[in-house]
């Protein structure tokens, strides 16, 4: 689960929308 490339994705682009928010 933690070497899956598409979960390193989704915290980038959680991080992105967090610093929108």
Do not use: Q
């Not at 689960?1 to 928010?21: G, H, T, Y």
């Amino acid at each position: 689960m933690n070497s899956s490339p598409d979960a390193e994705v989704f915290d980038i682009c959680r991080d992105n929308l967090n610093d929108k928010l």
